[in-house]
């Protein structure tokens, strides 16, 4: 028998997992699995409990993404309860979560992808991680810090919390923007979206090209991808409709309360998170050569399934990632590009929406009464499609809790791309820590 | 090159690291005096060695070992025992790793009834056996609190704890204190609301309209929120979500506190205290909804939640 490497933990990414890697007598991959350890039943202890305390109990699922699950789950109450929140209040909602997302994917792109990127895949451990980035360039770092920091405050003096917010109500929001709240945030946002062109000709300048073949070979997959669009084809993290997309591009739309129709879970016994998969593609398989019912979530899948982006600085960038990798784009590695261009499109949206007169409406919360009902609330998290699916009863708590989140809709593929990266780069039992760290580098992708 | 630093997470959300990341250029001038030797969100060290050739679990010495969530599986269990062994100071950082946080909602229900649901009762999932396997760790019994488990030395709490107490901390070590605390303060002794100790009384609202106040003016001119009815458990909440300065940030959002930070000290009993704070404004506490919970809703664990037994009938 051969032997197995394991890959514990997982590292610069935000949960808990390891790899298997099976080798054969020859020292050849014949399996590699992703065991994800944590579980923690949110779809069972929210019940029992007021549908409108759900938004700021849910937003624990994710303390990087907490804002992707507070405004799902209010969208999901909206939903239960029948109520529409006015204008402002979701012009008030995007607004936070674009700002919400600009930290994340600085966050990501800086802290968690760069060391693999601006120190090298092979490098020792103990320099390739954010601290060997402060050091190799100290300047951006101070930049990076001070931006992220930037978004917190933003969100904080406004709306109270960064984390774990509170500010998305039943029916609205808890509270207006002042003019003079409107005015201290919009030179900030200005220099957000400066920072965020910065961010997108560092990379273009300074990692993609040179990492391409890298890009080319590392974790590649052919499979379907999921995200939200507009009426009219384009990119939207709040609201829309589903587009499932087939490897050769073709797609289907979909409301978000008939994903029951269009999407399945798996249960596999080596990992506690469920393996969604395209249920009308047929039964899933993961098979590397013939996958079945596969898709993708988070930014290259909304940057594929998308007719264009919504503001011009992403559609451009958009336009030439188009030139260059197709559509759909398959590289797991152009994940990090698709990331940028939606940092763009977060940044643009925020100036846009402070620059809305609208923004500062006092009509920001809807009346709201408790009731039975059932209510799908789905927003793109930044790591994917995010399905929040309540059930209220006639006093208007929850009876039933339905969540898809978005790294789980990417499970399947992540275990395609390990698998593909191991293959291609373990051969005859020859490996090393910089082999591994590359098989890695097929899951931060991801960013899961 | 300065102190030794673990740092893991359990049954955690990563919310406790990002509010690290979130301290903002401080953390720079922080940086250089602390040695991280293990911290799986920045680091790749790996427990059976960077080839994973070695036999044994391994996390490396440090003088301070960081730990941000609670214990709900055998392998938490396990990480949490040598990070213990491996640390000198131990420190439990968040409301998980304090008290068990949210997740320990869970134990209002069986184990048993949890795993059904997720594995057998959801809609969009093929009934299937949980999964069990030798890299699916096992569930323990209940979500527990770090100091169930081992010695705590100093606890950090918060959802999320706000980055000006974690430096504090750290920096009170670093000058060679082994003991740290937040002040045991109330929610309340740093909210700016007019309180005028009577509430507008009949059954406690549900936040389903949002508070009376006005937008241009500050909070110092905004009535206390369980005086104006709703449910707000700062009175037995420790006070520091905003930090050393700064009004509590439920409440700068126009929105009620649920006790993030915990009780105020050590072997308080919140519920029975905030019961006798509804009443004595008023408030009758048997009209909130859905009590049990939301009274306890980061405390779940050192048993304050638990199954109850199924009522007659149901």
């Known amino acids: 028998m051969g032997k197995v490497i394991n890959i514990q933990p997982i590292t610069r990414i935000e949960g808990h997992a390891k790899v298997a890697i099976h080798l054969d007598d020859a020292g050849n991959v014949v399996e590699t699995k992703v065991h994800v350890q944590a579980l923690r039943g949110f779809e069972k202890f929210c019940e029992g409990r007021p549908a409108e305390e759900m938004p700021r109990i849910v937003c624990h699922i994710c303390g990087i993404c907490p804002w992707a699950h507070h405004l799902a789950s209010s969208k999901a109450v909206d939903a239960c309860f029948g109520v529409t929140p006015p204008p402002a209040a979701v012009k008030l909602r995007r607004l936070m979560q674009n700002i919400a997302y600009i930290g994340d994917r600085i966050l990501h792109f800086y802290f968690l992808a760069a060391p693999d990127f601006v120190i090298g895949p092979d490098a020792d451990y103990s320099v390739r991680n954010v601290l060997g980035v402060i050091q190799a360039v100290p300047d951006i770092a101070r930049q990076v810090v001070k931006m992220r920091q930037m978004t917190a405050n933003m969100l904080e003096d406004f709306a109270g919390r960064a984390i774990h917010p509170t500010f998305s109500q039943a029916g609205g929001v808890s509270k207006p923007m002042t003019e003079k709240e409107r005015s201290a945030m919009l030179p900030l946002a200005q220099e957000l979206l400066e920072f965020s062109q910065f961010t997108m000709k560092f990379a273009k300048d ?14 590649v997959i052919r499979v379907g991808y999921l995200g939200t669009v507009r009426e009219d084809g384009t990119h939207d993290f709040y609201d829309g409709k589903l587009r499932l997309m087939k490897p050769d591009g073709s797609y289907e739309d979909f409301a978000y309360d008939q994903y029951l129709d269009y999407i399945g879970e798996w249960v596999e016994p080596w990992s506690y998170q469920k393996f969604p998969y395209a249920k009308k593609w047929g039964q ?27 503001t011009p600085l992403a559609q451009a960038e958009l336009e030439e990632f188009r030139a260059a990798f197709g559509r759909p784009a398959h590289f797991t590695l152009l994940y990090h590009y698709a990331r940028l261009i939606e940092l763009l499109q977060c940044a643009e949206q925020a100036l846009e929406l402070l620059n809305d007169p609208e923004i500062t409406s006092r009509d920001i919360r809807a009346e709201v009464t408790p009731k039975a009902g059932r209510g799908v609330g789905c927003v793109e998290a930044p790591r994917g499609s995010l399905i929040h699916d309540y059930e209220t009863d006639a006093d208007g708590l929850i009876t039933k809790v339905n969540l898809i989140v978005g790294t789980t809709h990417n499970n399947a593929p992540i275990n395609l791309s390990v698998f593909q990266a191991a293959k291609a780069l373990i051969h005859d039992g020859k490996y090393d820590q910089g082999i591994l760290n590359k098989v890695e580098m097929a899951i931060r992708a991801y960013d899961p | 090159m300065g102190v030794t630093v673990a740092e893991e997470w359990l049954n955690a959300c990563s919310g406790c ?40 679990f391994e996390i490396p010495e440090a003088v301070v070992g960081i730990i941000s969530g609670g214990v709900r599986n055998e392998e938490h269990k396990h990480v949490l025992n040598e990070m213990r062994q491996k640390s000198k100071i131990l420190i439990a950082l968040g409301s998980c790793a304090a008290y068990g946080g949210i997740p320990a909602q869970a134990n209002m229900f069986k184990n048993d009834e949890i795993l059904e649901k997720v594995f057998r009762g959801s809609p969009s999932t093929n009934p299937s056996p949980n999964p069990e396997h030798s890299d699916v760790p096992k569930w323990t019994n209940t979500v527990q609190a770090l100091d169930e488990i081992v010695k705590v ?162």
């Not at chain 2, 720079?28 to 790996?46: A, E, G, R, S, T």
Request: aromatic fraction near 6%.
């Open chain 1, 206 to 219: 300074n990692v993609f090209p040179k990492y391409l073949d890298a890009i080319k070979t590392i974790g």
């Open chain 1, 284 to 310: 899933l398989k993961l098979d590397l050569d013939d996958p079945v019912g596969v898709y993708r979530t988070n930014c290259l899948a909304r940057v594929n399934v998308v007719d264009q982006m919504a």
């Open chain 2, 153 to 314: 030395d100093l606890t950090i709490p918060g959802c999320p704890p706000h980055p000006d107490w974690i430096a504090d901390a750290i920096l009170a070590l670093l000058a060679g204190k082994t003991a740290w605390a937040l002040p045991e303060r109330s929610v309340c002794d740093t909210c700016p609301v007019i309180r005028e100790k009577k509430s507008v009384g009949g059954p406690i609202k549900r936040g389903l309209t949002n508070l009376d106040f006005d937008p241009e003016a500050g909070l110092d001119k905004m009535r206390c929120i369980n005086e104006q009815g709703f449910f707000c458990i700062g009175p037995v909440t420790l006070a520091g979500c905003a930090g050393k300065e700064g009004v509590p940030r439920c409440v700068q959002a126009r929105t009620p506190c649920r006790g993030c930070f915990g009780p105020i000290r050590k072997g308080a009993r919140p519920m029975v205290d905030m019961m006798g704070a509804l009443t004595s404004v008023g408030l009758d506490p048997k009209t909130l909804v859905d009590r049990r919970a939301i009274m306890n809703r980061y405390i779940g664990a050192h048993g304050y939640l638990t199954v109850l037994p199924a009522r007659p009938g149901k």
């Open chain 2, 17 to 56: 690291e990002i509010s690290i990341l979130n301290t903002g250029e401080a953390l720079l001038d922080l940086l250089p005096h602390l040695n991280f030797v293990h911290i799986p969100v920045l680091l790749d060290h790996k427990y059976f060695g960077q080839t994973g050739e070695k036999t044994a």
